[in-house]
């Protein structure tokens, strides 16, 4: 069964909150945890802030797939976190969104390579797409795995991300994962980043998470002494910040192409008006004459 299309937006206000405080994903940590580390009260980025920020993250898409839709376009561009309080998460650009309640899918493509769930994505106007809210889940998985390591779990640009998504296949590679738990590797494996759409968990499910809710951590910090401090996930916001630099450079490089694309578009255009206009002013042998 097919979802319908966003008819009446203003009745979802309080979804689609924006704050004046916040700035895209991944620029609040590299700016957080790398801008401003010379701070008196500056600290490492650790595993915790990572978690509270997914925390954020699927408390908003909760209220949006509470309200029976599909959000379908998650991305560090299209998600907000407040600078003040990483726990503040919003969801913009819902352009995309779409009514989809419980048994319903969405039967147009949408979504950006590397975030977007296989079957979300297609590499021919040929192939069909189906998907439902369990898509929204596959994203925040990729978005999860990338706030931890530092880098994406699908690389590549265009075609590459959809054909490496479309595998289903990624690793935790030991030189940035061995500071992370098992429990947050474990998450991603079994109730994100699976293929299945059906074996991913519900929103409200990953909501009751042990590592998504913060107990994991307190259980963690009571059980040893005073003396525990976290480990700091060593290079993390240094990659995510270099990633997130040739990400935004591919994108810029892109629009400059489509803008480019377009003039060329609007010339021709131009010169079909200018040859109609001539075409209804002379008749044939006139036509002939001056060509």
Known sequence: ???????DPPQYELVFTYWDQADPLFDVITHKWMHVAHTPDSRPYEEEDAARIIH?????????????MVHGNLSPDTILVDLNDIDRCYLADLRWAEMCSDGEQVTQQRGHPGFAAPEQLVQSRAAAVAFDKSADVWSVGVLMYQVLCGYPPFPGDGLDAIKNTQSGKYSFPEAEWRYISDAAMDLIKRK??????????????????????????RVMKKNLDDAFKPTALSGTARRLRSHNAKRKFRAGIRALMAENALESLLAGLEKEKVLLSIGQSYDETQLQALY
Request: net charge neutral; with cysteine.
């Open 56 to 68: 954020g993250i699927l408390r908003s898409l909760d209220k949006i797939h509470s309200a029976g």
């Open 192 to 217: 994100l980043l699976r293929k299945d759409p059906a074996q991913r968990c519900t929103v409200k499910e990953l909501l009751e998470d042990d590592w998504v809710t913060g107990e994991l951590f």
């Open 1 to 7: 069964m097919s979802a319908r299309h966003l008819a």
